[in-house]
């Protein structure tokens, strides 16, 4: 079936350090993965999207990796600060589908 | 450049009644999905529309509908409510329908069954 799991449900680095979220997913037919970030009272804000044919893409402070032999989905942010405290989300598309299938979350706290 | 605008923002209903909540796509985006957001858990998609036709369904009872207008604006509509049905729910653009579409969400409605 599909599902998209996270390994952890919170995370807490100090300010400045890197962070790094990671997600599982079962459905070997998932060719996209997109990262949200979520922060309390908001809807969902896009932050960096990978297609299966791709490893590693790199954005503003953030790189996503991709293990396809492991399905296995990775979020690093550079250099955390407080404005990046909220909850991410893993979301997969897989050939086909006309939906995102999200995982639970991982709640990102910064300490001073 | 305005973003998905969903409203209202906020609404309390009561047992058995209706409601419709609205969402407005980023300006040529022609699809819109709608996902419900429990607290504590990840948006579960309900359904999606592109160009006025139904694209996509989820696992999500009968007494959920939607509807998409020539505007691409787009309407979701839950009759005889339930308190499970408190949440917030989600709207969100793409630019077209199918894989590797990027989707940007709204701020969601926040829906309150009493």
């Known amino acids: 079936g599909e599902s998209v799991g996270l390994h952890l449900p919170t995370l807490s680095v100090q300010e400045g350090d890197n962070s790094i979220i990671n997600c599982a997913y079962s459905n070997s037919a998932s060719d996209y993965f997109i990262w949200y970030k979520q922060e309390s009272g908001k809807g969902p804000q896009f932050i960096i999207d990978?297609?299966?044919?791709?490893d590693k893409r790199q954005g503003q402070r953030v790189t996503v990796l991709l293990n396809k032999t492991v399905k296995h989905l990775s979020l690093q942010i550079a250099a955390t600060q407080p404005g990046d405290s909220a909850v991410y989300f893993c979301a997969e598309n897989h050939k086909g589908a006309q939906k995102l299938v999200f995982g639970q979350g991982t709640r990102l706290t910064i300490n001073p | 450049d305005a973003g998905v605008t969903q409203s209202p923002t906020h609404l309390i209903k009561t047992r058995g009644q209706q409601v419709t909540l609205r969402c407005s796509p980023i300006s040529g985006h022609k699809s819109v999905s709608w996902y419900q957001q429990v607290l504590g858990q990840g948006p579960q998609f309900i359904f999606q529309?592109?160009?006025?036709?139904?694209?996509g369904r989820g696992n999500f009872p009968d007494r959920f509908s939607a509807r998409q207008f020539p505007n691409y604006s787009s309407e979701l509509n839950v009759n005889a409510l339930l308190l499970g049905d408190s949440a917030l729910y989600l709207c969100a653009s793409s630019p077209r329908t199918g894989a590797n579409t990027e989707a940007f969400f709204g701020q969601g409605t926040r829906l309150t069954v009493v």
């Open positions: 990978i297609r299966s044919n791709m």
């Open positions: 529309y592109y160009e006025k036709e139904e694209r």
